[in-house]
Every structure is written in structure tokens, then in C-alpha cells.
């Protein structure tokens, strides 16, 4: 099993929809977990940490469920320009520091 | 404020050779993370460089190494390269190296190995 999973995709939605994606994660000695969004043949980029409170950033929900051992992003109003992969990241401590990426969810928004 | 940068961008190179590739964090950071990605895969961590000191590493062989300079530059060696080391190699830098920390990426240096 994977230490970091996520659904590759894609997902396709039209403009102004919501989605979610989930990353699921194995080792419970993980410790801080964050958003990357990765656009084609481009480096990932910091979307938001992913708090045990829940965070919001405008039109984007991060929550974190320990108990289940999971992470989820939520985006309102979907935008054309919000089409990218998804990268869930996760950073534990086990058998030293150690940060996993997940393989990405890709997210195609349509006109 | 100069984010990340790598050099160089592109670099074709053949079976058994060597390279280096190089990162400058961005202005205040002091940690540098270097990771593998092959195509249609998620960054796999090479290894962390904190205080000129490899901290961390992921599971790559001993062909791969590093530097950390004063300045806080890294450079990434592959060493005897194989077909399969051929990606994208992305280098990270944050404040520290703590667990908490944010990670902010280069743009990468894409590597072709015939």
C-alpha cells in the first residue's frame, strides 16, 4: 500500500462547480500535511497547509480527519484556470523526517 | 525577491555519465530539498540539505549525492546515470527543516539520459 494515495482522475467539471478530492494517508506518525497544485510541465506550487482546524483560502476548503487518516480539498465555483494536477503532501516522522507526495489528482474544468 | 531558482534547464546526457545540477533557495531560506519526478508521478524525495549536512533521504541509491554551500546553494550529483534517471528534478527550499515546514519549488531541471 502506498504511504499517500490519491485518485488520479480526471475529474471534469463544468465552470462554477464544486469538487473534491481526498488523499488518504498510511503512517500514523504523519504530522503536517499540505495542497500543491502542479500545472503542466511546471513546478508545484504551494495551494495552502492543511490545519487540523480546517482552513479556508477564498474559494478553496482544506480539512484534515486523523481518525480517518485523511486529507480532502474543497474548491467552490470552479474556474477555467483552476484546471491543474492536485498534489497532496504529507510529512511525518518515521524513521527520521520524511515528506511524501501523493501522485496527484488532475482536474480538467470546462467552458 | 528571487523565488527558487535551478540550472540548468534542460540537460541531455548519455548512459554512465555524470551530472550536477544546481538550486539557489529562495532569499531566506536556509533548507534545500531535492526531488525526483518521473511523468505522471508525484515528486519523490531525494534528500534534505540543512546547515551544509545532508538531514534526510529518501530511498535513492548512493549515485545520487549532494552539497549544501555556505550560501545555502545545493547541487544535486547523479553518478553512472541509467535510462531510468531520466525526469524532472525539482529542488525545494524553505525556512528550516522542520516537520511544519513550506516548501517552495524551482522550476526544475529536466533530464534526459540516452
Known amino acids: 500500500r502506498k504511504e499517500v494515495e490519491q485518485d488520479p482522475g480526471p475529474f471534469n467539471v463544468p465552470e462554477g462547480a464544486t469538487v473534491a478530492f481526498n488523499c488518504t494517508y498510511s503512517?500514523?506518525?504523519?504530522?503536517?500535511f499540505f495542497w500543491y497544485r502542479q500545472d503542466c510541465r511546471k513546478e508545484p506550487k504551494l495551494l495552502m497547509s492543511v490545519y487540523s482546524s480546517g482552513n479556508e483560502d477564498g474559494r478553496f476548503t482544506a480539512q484534515l480527519n486523523r481518525a480517518s487518516q485523511y486529507i480532502s480539498l474543497l474548491i467552490r465555483d470552479s474556474k477555467l484556470s483552476d484546471s491543474a494536477t492536485y498534489l497532496c503532501v504529507v510529512n511525518m516522522l518515521s524513521g527520521g523526517f520524511k515528506t511524501i507526495f501523493g501522485a496527484g489528482t488532475r482536474l480538467f474544468v470546462k467552458a | 525577491d528571487a523565488g527558487v531558482t535551478q540550472s540548468p534547464t534542460h540537460l541531455i546526457k548519455t548512459r554512465g555519465q555524470q551530472v550536477t545540477l544546481r538550486c539557489s533557495p529562495k532569499s531566506g531560506h536556509d533548507t534545500v530539498s531535492w526531488y525526483q519526478q518521473a511523468l505522471g508521478q508525484g515528486p519523490q524525495f531525494i534528500f534534505q540539505?540543512?546547515?551544509?549536512?545532508?538531514?534526510q533521504r529518501g530511498n535513492f541509491p548512493d549515485r545520487f549525492s549532494g552539497h549544501q554551500f555556505p550560501n545555502y546553494s545545493s547541487e544535486l550529483n547523479v553518478n553512472a546515470l541509467l535510462l531510468g534517471d531520466s525526469a524532472l528534478y525539482l529542488c525545494?527550499?524553505?525556512?528550516?527543516?522542520?516537520?511544519?515546514?513550506?516548501?517552495?519549488f524551482g522550476p526544475g531541471t529536466r533530464l534526459t539520459v540516452l
Open positions: 525545494a527550499s524553505s525556512l528550516d527543516s522542520g516537520i511544519n515546514n513550506e516548501q517552495f
Open positions: 540539505y540543512y546547515e551544509e549536512e545532508e538531514r
Open positions: 503512517n500514523s506518525a504523519s504530522q503536517s
